[in-house]
């Protein structure tokens, strides 16, 4: 029923599962785009020309409507980066830098792990990490003998697992994190575009977004920072657009947000995300964990039915990622038979080593829906399953 509103289907006949590696773009979005390069390409928050105001406007509009996507206080609060790696690593060098202790959890991707072994951290040695149980289910007793040990830490955890679905209850994190008197920061690249987020309700300390996971442009994102942690943040970057004044001897920063976005920002993806976030509030993020839901059920009843399968988790606490494995075949060769039948999914370790490690595997095949897919994009995917195993048996 959505798919009509997405050039990528009227163009391919791709049965396109793999929405957790970036999701395809509402026509608005590709419209907006290209509206911003024809018709008033200028830079933002420098010139005083019609092309830059409307530039200008159209950015801090961007601003005000992911404030309210997320029900943060003030737009001031949201800045814009590349993306979520890029806030991973920018409170990693910064606010988080000082602390003695990191934790995260056993179901991180690869950028909320190596921007902390950059800092000379290991395991036990400045970084700890949170049990996942049996299941992949956050283990809160080893949370917080963790946090009675390590007071005063850094957190940062991901809101959904990429490699699994697995959701992660962040509110009680919050808490926790907080009777510890720690931080903490949530990696929202995989939440955004399932389910509806309230940041106050939540309590986090940062939460980190990525415009192209939630049916925006690539190579945006966006920062949440509560209030009284953004004089407390030191500058990442500076240069043009962060400065009020500036001589030889000494610079005088502007206030948040614009300190902390240096250079001339990706203008276009940031005006294009406004168009997705619109799009969404439009069908409602209530419907589209609905929708998801639904798929995600039918799937799972579909993949359980399927011989040699190993599955990874349920549906309970997940979003639309399924993992699984076909005993004694590999991910990957089946990855590629897909492909050869135009179905694109994810086979491999995700970006997630340390969880496939634990568990034993060199990866899975990651199934990721969003709520345009169908349930015949699933019997497509089932039936080309059966196939694939049945070529690579013989
Ligand atoms: N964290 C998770 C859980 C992700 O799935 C991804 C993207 N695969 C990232 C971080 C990186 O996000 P971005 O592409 O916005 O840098």
Same mark, same amino acid.
């Given at each position: 029923?959505?798919?009509?509103?997405?050039?990528?289907?009227?163009?391919?006949? $791709?049965?396109?599962?793999?929405?957790?590696?970036?999701?395809?773009?509402?026509?608005?979005?590709?419209?907006?785009?290209?509206?911003?390069?024809?018709?008033?390409?200028?830079?933002? #928050?420098?010139?005083?020309?019609?092309?830059?105001?409307?530039?200008?406007? &159209?950015?801090?509009?961007?601003?005000?409507?992911?404030? !309210?996507?997320? %029900?943060?206080?003030?737009?001031?609060?949201?800045?814009?980066?590349?993306?979520?790696?890029?806030?991973?690593?920018?409170?990693?060098?910064?606010?988080? *830098?000082?602390?003695?202790?990191?934790?995260?959890?056993?179901?991180?991707? @690869?950028?909320? /792990?190596?921007?902390? @072994?950059?800092?000379?951290?290991?395991?036990?040695?400045?970084? &700890?990490?949170?049990? =996942?149980?049996?299941?992949? &289910?956050?283990?809160?007793? #080893?949370?917080?003998?963790?946090?009675?040990? %390590?007071?005063?830490?850094?957190?940062?955890?991901? #809101?959904?697992?990429?490699?699994?679905?697995?959701?992660?209850?962040?509110?009680?994190? =919050?808490?926790?994190? @907080?009777?510890?008197?720690?931080?903490?920061?949530?990696?929202?690249?995989?939440?955004?575009?399932?389910?509806?987020? !309230?940041?106050?309700?939540?309590?986090?300390?940062?939460?980190?977004?990525?415009? #192209?996971?939630?049916?925006?442009?690539?190579?945006?994102?966006?920062?949440? +920072?509560?209030?009284?942690?953004?004089?407390?943040?030191?500058?990442?970057?500076?240069?043009?657009?962060? +400065?009020?004044? $500036?001589?030889? &001897?000494?610079?005088?920063?502007?206030?948040?947000?614009?300190?902390?976005?240096?250079?001339?920002?990706?203008?276009?993806?940031?005006?294009?995300?406004?168009?997705?976030?619109?799009?969404? %509030?439009?069908?409602?993020?209530?419907?589209?964990?609905?929708?998801?839901?639904?798929?995600?059920?039918?799937?799972?009843?579909?993949? *359980?039915?399927?011989?040699?399968?190993?599955?990874?988790?349920?549906?309970?606490?997940?979003?639309?990622?399924?993992?699984?494995?076909?005993?004694?075949?590999?991910?990957?060769?089946?990855?590629?038979?897909?492909?050869?039948?135009?179905?694109?999914?994810?086979?491999?370790?995700?970006?997630?080593?340390?969880?496939?490690?634990?568990?034993?595997?060199?990866?899975?095949?990651?199934?990721?829906?969003?709520?345009?897919?169908?349930?015949?994009?699933?019997?497509?995917? /089932?039936?080309?399953?059966?196939? =694939?195993?049945?070529?690579?048996?013989?």
């Amino acid at each position: 029923m959505y798919k009509k509103d997405f050039p990528f289907f009227k163009n391919s006949s $791709v049965v396109y599962l793999d929405n957790a590696a970036t999701t395809q773009k509402p026509k608005e979005v590709v419209d907006k785009v290209v509206d911003y390069y024809t018709n008033f390409c200028s830079n933002t #928050h420098r010139s005083n020309h019609g092309g830059a105001n409307k530039a200008t406007k &159209e950015f801090e509009a961007t601003r005000d409507t992911l404030k !309210d996507f997320i %029900n943060a206080p003030q737009s001031k609060q949201i800045i814009f980066t590349k993306g979520v790696t890029e806030s991973l690593n920018m409170i990693a060098s910064t606010f988080a *830098k000082e602390f003695k202790t990191i934790i995260i959890s056993s179901l991180e991707h @690869h950028s909320n /792990i190596t921007p902390w @072994h950059m800092q000379g951290r290991t395991l036990h040695k400045g970084l &700890e990490v949170v049990n =996942a149980k049996d299941n992949l &289910e956050f283990d809160f007793e #080893h949370f917080e003998e963790l946090l009675k040990n %390590n007071p005063n830490s850094f957190v940062s955890i991901t #809101h959904v697992s990429n490699a699994f679905g697995v959701i992660h209850d962040i509110k009680k994190i =919050a808490q926790l994190t @907080h009777k510890y008197n720690s931080y903490l920061l949530v990696d929202a690249a995989q939440s955004l575009a399932h389910f509806e987020v !309230d940041v106050q309700d939540l309590d986090v300390d940062f939460y980190a977004m990525s415009s #192209h996971k939630t049916f925006g442009p690539t190579g945006v994102g966006a920062l949440y +920072i509560k209030e009284n942690l953004l004089e407390k943040l030191p500058v990442y970057q500076t240069g043009g657009a962060t +400065i009020n004044d $500036v001589s030889f &001897e000494r610079s005088i920063m502007l206030d948040a947000p614009y300190k902390y976005e240096a250079g001339t920002q990706n203008i276009a993806g940031v005006i294009g995300f406004k168009k997705a976030l619109d799009y969404l %509030n439009k069908i409602t993020l209530k419907e589209v964990y609905k929708l998801e839901h639904e798929l995600c059920t039918y799937l799972y009843t579909q993949l *359980k039915k399927v011989e040699n399968i190993i599955l990874y988790n349920d549906t309970k606490n997940s979003t639309g990622s399924r993992s699984f494995n076909i005993k004694n075949l590999n991910s990957e060769d089946i990855g590629i038979l897909l492909d050869k039948m135009h179905i694109a999914v994810r086979a491999g370790h995700h970006c997630a080593q340390p969880i496939m490690k634990k568990l034993n595997i060199d990866g899975t095949i990651r199934v990721s829906i969003a709520f345009y897919n169908t349930k015949e994009d699933i019997d497509i995917f /089932i039936k080309g399953l059966k196939k =694939a195993i049945l070529m690579l048996k013989d």
